[in-house]
């Protein structure tokens, strides 16, 4: 206790203690307001650009196997590993919007989220999702719910969304080939402001292809 403190009238001490703790609650306040600015202010970002040199995925990946890897591939870092990693921190959802889906590692990475009990939702071109080399038939025997178009145009969007924080978008493909060969981009940020339209598209496009609305025949007016 503060000297003398206990010498004062016992209203005027209590009334300085509940001043005490509401100026400190202010000031927590205060903080937290801070805190949050500082965060809007500086919304984590990172850029990939590939081709992506050939690398081990294994760890990543989970895949059984020696400790350390014994296989000849190089082992660092790469812009493919890294999106592995982004790919692979979701805890709750998964929301993919993609052109073309073939790359092997990103199919392993999303159906081991799957797994992991991570609700994955994935939007699709329905020209390319049976192309050869394709996941898309891979991750539906797996219990991913898919949808696809049933346009003329094609659904040529590239983005990814993670716990519905985090968009993952570029011109990248998720193929082998623009993986390994192509000059692509990829720009992951966890900003509201970005993701917030990303998702809202999402879901617009995941209700627009519920197959509850596909009208794979005619009627017979149409046909007239």
Request: hydrophobic content about 40%.
């Given at each position: 206790?503060?000297?003398?403190?206990?010498?004062?009238?016992?209203?005027?001490?209590?009334?300085?203690?509940?001043?005490?703790?509401?100026?400190?609650?202010?000031?927590?306040?205060?903080?937290?307001?801070w805190?949050?600015?500082?965060?809007?202010?500086?919304p984590?970002?990172?850029?990939?650009?590939?081709?992506?040199?050939?690398?081990?995925?294994?760890?990543?990946?989970?895949?059984?196997?020696?400790?350390?890897?014994?296989?000849?591939?190089?082992?660092g870092?790469?812009?493919?590993?890294?999106?592995?990693?982004?790919l692979?921190?979701?805890?709750?959802?998964?929301?993919?919007?993609?052109?073309?889906?073939?790359?092997?590692?990103?199919?392993?990475?999303?159906?081991?989220?799957?797994?992991?009990?991570?609700?994955?939702?994935?939007?699709?071109?329905?020209?390319?999702?049976?192309?050869?080399?394709?996941?898309?038939?891979?991750?539906?025997?797996?219990?991913i719910?898919?949808?696809?178009?049933?346009?003329?145009?094609?659904?040529?969007?590239?983005?990814?969304?993670?716990?519905?924080?985090?968009?993952?978008?570029?011109?990248?493909?998720?193929?082998?080939?623009?993986?390994?060969?192509?000059?692509?981009?990829?720009?992951?940020?966890?900003?509201?402001?970005?993701?917030?339209?990303?998702?809202?598209?999402?879901e617009?496009?995941?209700?627009?292809?519920?197959?509850?609305?596909?009208?794979?025949?005619?009627?017979?007016?149409?046909?007239?």
């Amino acid at each position: 206790m503060w000297p003398g403190l206990e010498a004062l009238p016992w209203r005027w001490a209590g009334g300085a203690a509940l001043g005490l703790g509401l100026a400190l609650e202010a000031l927590a306040l205060l903080v937290r307001r801070w805190w949050r600015r500082r965060r809007r202010r500086a919304p984590r970002r990172e850029v990939l650009f590939f081709p992506s040199p050939v690398t081990c995925t294994a760890a990543l990946l989970g895949e059984p196997g020696p400790a350390p890897c014994l296989c000849p591939l190089p082992h660092g870092d790469s812009p493919l590993a890294r999106l592995l990693r982004r790919l692979l921190s979701a805890r709750r959802s998964l929301e993919l919007c993609l052109f073309a889906f073939s790359s092997p590692q990103l199919g392993r990475a999303v159906q081991l989220l799957h797994r992991r009990g991570v609700r994955v939702r994935l939007v699709t071109d329905s020209d390319y999702m049976v192309l050869t080399g394709s996941q898309i038939g891979r991750l539906r025997q797996a219990g991913i719910q898919v949808r696809h178009d049933q346009e003329s145009g094609y659904m040529h969007h590239k983005f990814a969304i993670v716990d519905k924080k985090v968009l993952i978008t570029g011109s990248l493909n998720w193929t082998t080939q623009a993986i390994q060969n192509n000059r692509e981009n990829v720009l992951i940020v966890e900003d509201a402001e970005y993701v917030e339209p990303f998702l809202a598209e999402f879901e617009r496009i995941w209700e627009e292809y519920n197959p509850a609305n596909y009208k794979f025949f005619p009627t017979e007016k149409e046909q007239k």
